[in-house]
């Protein structure tokens, strides 16, 4: 289906083949794009984690905007958002899944929104796979810090959650927000049907 969206340059005169595809080839600037964002999203985690566990450890929970914020230390064995607790080395798997997924699809990466989304679902997974590779209780079982919780101190008004998660989220309502819209992986628009003189779609 990739050939849907390659435009095609008429052959020379003396060439009987007919037209040949061109085919777009990556852009580093866009994989330069989803590297740094992702780099970004995974140092300020992991420093935002370094500062709770060290200074929120057996505290009770820090009001933060008269009580918009509460900021507390919880070690979540789940998902995002404390969503399937123990599971936590098919959690592992997943999110090494979605890294090595990402990692494959760089190559063809041409759209700076796919670069930036990508880029933040990279960091958030990469800042909770981290957790679970190096925190107690060990090596793919190891439980994510999580410190922010909204409204009510424990998770009471939306479960506890830390910038990885926060990544994760708005990276994904992007990929979301670019499908809606038409926006292709390698920079073309699905509803686009912008052709040239010889009939093939033009990719911009």
């Given at each position: 289906?990739?050939?849907?969206?390659?435009?095609?340059?008429?052959?020379?005169?003396?060439?009987?083949?007919?037209?040949?595809?061109?085919?777009?080839?990556?852009?580093?600037?866009?994989?330069?794009?989803?590297?740094?964002?992702?780099?970004?999203?995974?140092?300020?985690?992991?420093?935002?984690?370094?500062?709770?566990?060290?200074?929120?450890?057996?505290?009770?929970?820090?009001?933060?905007?008269?009580?918009?914020?509460?900021?507390?230390?919880?070690?979540?064995?789940?998902?995002?958002?404390?969503?399937?607790?123990?599971?936590?080395?098919?959690?592992?798997?997943?999110?090494?899944?979605?890294?090595?997924?990402?990692?494959?699809?760089?190559?063809?990466?041409?759209?700076?929104g796919w670069a930036v989304a990508l880029g933040l679902v990279l960091g958030?997974?990469?800042?909770?796979?981290?957790?679970?590779?190096?925190?107690?209780?060990?090596?793919?079982v190891g439980r994510v810090v999580d410190f922010i919780s909204v409204l009510?101190?424990?998770?009471?008004?939306?479960?506890?959650?830390?910038?990885?998660?926060?990544a994760i989220c708005v990276g994904g309502a992007l990929l979301v927000l670019?499908?809606?819209?038409?926006?292709?992986?390698?920079?073309?628009?699905?509803?686009?049907?912008?052709?040239?003189?010889?009939?093939?779609?033009?990719?911009?």
């Amino acid at each position: 289906m990739s050939d849907l969206f390659e435009p095609y340059r008429p052959a020379d005169e003396d060439d009987p083949t007919g037209p040949l595809p061109v085919v777009p080839t990556p852009r580093p600037r866009r994989v330069l794009m989803l590297t740094l964002i992702a780099l970004n999203a995974w140092a300020l985690d992991l420093g935002a984690k370094i500062v709770a566990v060290r200074h929120l450890e057996g505290r009770p929970p820090v009001t933060v905007f008269d009580g918009l914020l509460y900021v507390q230390l919880v070690r979540n064995a789940g998902a995002a958002f404390a969503l399937a607790t123990g599971m936590t080395w098919l959690l592992t798997l997943i999110a090494v899944g979605v890294v090595v997924a990402i990692f494959r699809v760089a190559g063809r990466l041409r759209s700076p929104g796919w670069a930036v989304a990508l880029g933040l679902v990279l960091g958030g997974a990469l800042g909770n796979l981290t957790d679970r590779m190096f925190r107690a209780p060990g090596p793919m079982v190891g439980r994510v810090v999580d410190f922010i919780s909204v409204l009510e101190p424990d998770g009471l008004a939306w479960p506890v959650f830390n910038v990885a998660d926060m990544a994760i989220c708005v990276g994904g309502a992007l990929l979301v927000l670019l499908a809606l819209l038409g926006r292709e992986l390698d920079g073309t628009r699905s509803r686009d049907d912008s052709r040239d003189e010889y009939g093939n779609r033009i990719v911009r």
